[in-house]
C-alpha cells in the first residue's frame, strides 16, 4: 500500500509564502511523475506545477515565476515553495503521484488534501 501525506497548508496574508510537502510511503518502485494541483470552490481541480523524478518541471501560467515545485528522491517527498501569494491561489492542494510498485503494478494516487488560504 502506498500513500501519500501532505502538509504545510494553512492562512497567509496577499503577498506571503508557503511551502507544501508531500511525503509518498508504502511499497514504490519508481515515480516518474510527481504535481501538484488545486480545486478552489465551485472550480474544477487543475493542475499547478509537475516534476518527473529527473527534475523536468511543468508550472500552469498563473503560478510561473511565483510558485517552485521540487523532488527530494531519497525521501520520495515533493514540495512547492509559492511566493507572492494572491487571494486567487485559495484551493486545497493536492498531491498527486504517478509511478509503479515493487510489484510492477502502475501507480496514480491523491494526497487527501491541504488547504491554503490568501486573505487579510
Request: aromatic share 8%.
Amino acid at each position: 500500500q502506498v500513500q501519500l501525506v501532505e502538509s504545510g497548508g494553512g492562512l497567509v496574508q496577499p503577498g506571503g509564502s508557503l511551502r507544501l510537502s508531500c511525503a509518498a510511503s508504502g511499497s514504490i518502485r519508481s515515480i516518474y511523475l510527481m504535481g501538484w494541483y488545486r480545486q478552489a470552490p465551485g472550480k474544477q481541480r487543475e493542475l499547478v506545477a509537475a516534476i518527473t523524478s529527473y527534475g523536468s518541471r511543468n508550472y500552469t501560467d498563473s503560478v510561473k515565476g511565483r510558485f517552485t515545485i521540487s523532488i527530494d528522491n531519497t525521501k520520495n517527498t515533493v514540495y512547492l515553495q509559492m511566493v507572492s501569494l494572491k487571494p486567487e491561489d485559495t484551493a486545497v492542494y493536492y498531491c498527486n503521484l504517478q509511478g509503479s510498485t515493487r510489484l510492477g503494478a502502475a501507480l496514480d494516487i491523491w494526497g487527501q488534501g491541504t488547504l491554503v488560504t490568501v486573505s487579510s
